[in-house]
């Protein structure tokens, strides 16, 4: 499932603990496609806390409690790491991540936890949702086979990457235009992991936000460039990404773009999509200024010029998803629309 989707899935089912037909979510997917991200995302949206638990470094009594004696009873001293209306706020999102990396004496002590809402004499509270995530076997991690009770306990989703949907969050979180127009140039490398040939570095979304923090500190020493975005996306990305980069130098003037002079298109494919990841972050910048619409007019007149069109329609697409509805109200819209009105254009 592709994050956008699960990203609404999440969401809803974060606000349907209010009307208690919430059902426990498992999030399944490969190290680095943004499984822990889409968690923080969904409490960051709705201002909640994030309560992170990771079962694999956990003892079955520290979710149980340590049983004390009172009188002739047996009690048992409720974990504080567990939500609490009072301390923690009455909603939230209980985070069981790492969940297939859990020994099974683990993951027996979480089942009344996750289908039950309760543990012994704890219960979760009402407005707090539980949500888990934990890699596949055979993503070269500590896993253990998801027990069929516990299974059984969860709605499954199987998150993969997906290019539009990392670019529209990547111009979110402002990542280096040079990494989004290298990824529409290779977007095959977004995510590359293959944990038969067992790799310590690999490109995946994770990975090229660290190529982005890469860039911004040695983005001029060309001595470490190439070794440390090696480091960050492996040998062979991080070799293309700096000849990439070092490609740039030939780039037009796209300060004369956006002001609405004439400007060729470069002939060189991998230059056209450094243009428009470039033109896109240009448009993000003016978007709050009172020059917005001639800048994204410009923006929209310079991607009718691409020899190829289904490039302008990229672009223009990238406009939508990162500045939205304000796009329609840009005057030269409808005229780049009626001239690629035959270029299906799918979201």
Same mark, same amino acid.
């Given at each position: 499932?592709?994050?956008?989707?699960?990203?609404?899935?999440?969401?809803?089912?974060?606000?349907?603990?209010?009307?208690?037909?919430?059902?426990? /979510?498992? =999030?399944?997917?490969?190290?680095?496609?943004?499984?822990?991200?889409?968690?923080?995302?969904?409490?960051?949206?709705?201002?909640?806390?994030?309560?992170?638990?990771?079962?694999?470094?956990?003892?079955?009594?520290? %979710?149980?409690? =340590?049983?004390?004696?009172?009188?002739?009873?047996?009690?048992?001293?409720? *974990?504080?790491?567990?939500?609490?209306?009072?301390?923690?706020?009455?909603?939230?999102?209980? +985070?069981?991540?790492?969940?297939?990396?859990?020994?099974?004496?683990?993951?027996?002590?979480?089942?009344?936890?996750? #289908? &039950?809402?309760?543990?012994?004499?704890?219960?979760?509270?009402?407005?707090?949702?539980? +949500?888990?995530?934990?890699?596949?076997?055979?993503?070269?991690?500590?896993?253990?086979?998801?027990?069929?009770?516990?299974?059984?306990?969860?709605?499954?989703?199987?998150?993969?990457?997906?290019?539009?949907?990392?670019?529209?969050?990547?111009?979110?979180? @402002?990542?280096?235009?040079? /990494?989004?127009?290298?990824?529409?140039?290779?977007?095959? #490398?977004?995510?590359?992991? &293959?944990?038969?040939?067992?790799?310590?570095?690999?490109?995946?979304?994770?990975?090229? @936000?660290?190529?982005?923090?890469?860039?911004?500190?040695?983005?001029?020493?060309?001595?470490?460039?190439?070794?440390? %975005?090696?480091?960050? /996306?492996?040998?062979?990305?991080? =070799?293309?990404?700096?000849?990439? /980069?070092?490609?740039?130098?030939?780039?037009?003037?796209?300060?004369?773009?956006?002001?609405?002079?004439?400007? *060729?298109?470069?002939?060189?494919? &991998?230059?056209?999509?450094?243009?428009?990841?470039?033109?896109?972050?240009?448009?993000?910048?003016?978007?709050?200024? &009172?020059?917005?619409?001639?800048?994204?007019?410009?923006?929209?007149?310079?991607?009718?010029?691409?020899?190829?069109?289904?490039?302008?329609?990229?672009?223009?697409?990238? %406009?939508?998803?990162? =500045?939205?509805?304000?796009? +329609?109200?840009?005057?030269?819209?409808?005229?780049?629309?009626?001239?690629?009105?035959?270029?299906?254009?799918?979201?």
């Amino acid at each position: 499932m592709r994050p956008a989707q699960l990203m609404t899935i999440l969401e809803r089912e974060f606000s349907s603990t209010l009307d208690g037909v919430h059902t426990p /979510v498992m =999030i399944w997917g490969p190290p680095g496609v943004g499984k822990s991200d889409m968690i923080r995302q969904t409490a960051e949206q709705h201002d909640v806390s994030v309560i992170d638990i990771r079962l694999s470094q956990m003892e079955p009594s520290d %979710l149980r409690g =340590i049983p004390f004696r009172n009188e002739e009873n047996v009690e048992w001293a409720i *974990p504080a790491i567990l939500p609490n209306a009072t301390r923690h706020g009455e909603r939230g999102i209980l +985070f069981l991540d790492e969940i297939t990396s859990a020994p099974p004496s683990v993951s027996a002590a979480a089942y009344q936890l996750i #289908l &039950d809402r309760r543990l012994g004499e704890y219960e979760v509270p009402e407005g707090w949702a539980i +949500f888990a995530a934990g890699n596949r076997q055979g993503d070269r991690g500590v896993t253990y086979t998801m027990p069929a009770p516990l299974a059984n306990r969860f709605s499954h989703f199987e998150l993969e990457a997906h290019l539009d949907d990392w670019v529209a969050w990547a111009y979110k979180h @402002e990542i280096d235009e040079r /990494v989004i127009g290298f990824l529409r140039f290779r977007p095959e #490398l977004l995510f590359d992991f &293959d944990p038969a040939h067992n790799p310590v570095a690999f490109p995946s979304p994770r990975s090229w @936000e660290f190529a982005h923090r890469a860039l911004k500190k040695f983005g001029n020493s060309a001595d470490l460039l190439q070794g440390t %975005l090696q480091a960050c /996306v492996g040998p062979a990305a991080g =070799i293309e990404l700096t000849a990439f /980069v070092n490609s740039l130098d030939k780039m037009p003037d796209l300060d004369a773009i956006v002001a609405g002079e004439p400007t *060729p298109v470069p002939d060189e494919i &991998d230059l056209q999509y450094a243009v428009a990841a470039a033109l896109v972050g240009r448009a993000i910048r003016a978007a709050d200024t &009172d020059k917005a619409n001639t800048v994204i007019g410009n923006i929209l007149d310079y991607a009718n010029t691409f020899p190829q069109r289904e490039m302008g329609v990229m672009l223009v697409s990238d %406009l939508h998803r990162a =500045i939205g509805e304000a796009l +329609f109200a840009v005057p030269q819209f409808a005229d780049w629309a009626n001239a690629i009105a035959d270029v299906m254009l799918y979201e």
